[in-house]
């Protein structure tokens, strides 16, 4: 695997990486209402007002909300579905954006719906 990205991207990145180590081994704790993850398959599709598809990355996840990687910006207030949530653009990150979702999500089913999992067919 590697990464294409700036500096800046790889440093912010390395500092996310550090927080899952101290995270998982209990020397920081989640401060977040709704407990967020990292989707295994994180690869998913923004679906905007207008019908328009863009592909994106899904960088951290909850029952309320989602952060995603895309190459584009949208008004805070926008709504658009991750997948097949639907959500409001609620701030801007250095690469994408988080949205909160217009409706709770069951923690067993979210990661289904708003990322895209990848079905390896074989042709004979």
Do not use: Y
């Amino acid at each position: 695997m590697s990464i294409s990205a700036s500096p800046r991207q790889r440093a912010k990145l390395a500092d996310k990486i550090r927080w899952v180590e101290r995270f998982k081994n209990l020397e920081t704790s989640e401060q977040r209402a709704n407990q967020r993850f990292f989707p295994k398959i994180p690869v998913s599709t923004l679906i905007l007002p207008d019908g328009s598809r863009i592909p994106c990355l899904v960088t951290d996840l909850s029952t309320a909300g989602a952060a995603v990687t895309a190459d584009i910006r949208l008004p805070i207030g926008t709504t658009l579905a991750v997948g097949r949530v639907v959500g409001r653009v609620v701030r801007h990150l250095e690469t994408g954006f988080a949205l909160r979702f217009v409706q709770l999500q069951d923690q067993q089913t979210v990661e289904a719906l708003a990322t895209r999992r990848t079905d390896i067919r074989h042709v004979a």
